[in-house]
């Protein structure tokens, strides 16, 4: 059964980090790419950034650009995100995710974690 497992959410300040981490059962990590979405309260599911198989490429959301960064360890199956100069609109529970290849759209992915929750106080 794959398992993606996030961790490292929590409370910060405005203008604090925080690095995420996500975890994956999958017995052929390195053939996958992956990627981090978001959910605010009440809102949609939206993408914030994904890596390609081999972590060569990375791709952001405008919104994140610049200040967040993803990478992988596919010796350890594991995917982080790296949050630096946190605004209070980056509060939201924060998905990893993987799929064939690093695309923006959700529907193209084939597992999902169950989400960690990221607060930012103003």
């Known amino acids: 059964q794959v398992q993606l497992v996030e961790s490292g959410g929590g409370l910060v300040q405005a203008g604090g980090s925080l690095r995420l981490s996500c975890a994956a059962s999958?017995?052929?990590?390195?053939?996958?790419?992956m990627g981090w979405f978001r959910q605010a309260s009440g809102k949609e599911r939206v993408y914030v950034a994904t890596?390609?198989?081999?972590?060569?490429?990375?791709y952001y959301a405008d919104s994140v650009k610049g200040r967040f960064s993803i990478s992988r360890d596919n010796a350890k199956n594991t995917v982080y995100l790296q949050m630096n100069t946190l605004k209070p609109e980056d509060t939201a529970v924060y998905y990893c995710?993987?799929?064939?290849?690093?695309?923006?759209?959700?529907?193209?992915?084939?597992?999902w974690g169950q989400g960690t929750q990221v607060t930012v106080s103003s």
């Open positions: 999958l017995r052929t990590f390195s053939s996958y790419a």
């Open positions: 890596i390609s198989r081999s972590g060569v490429s990375t």
């Open positions: 995710a993987a799929g064939p290849r690093s695309t923006s759209r959700l529907d193209e992915y084939d597992y």
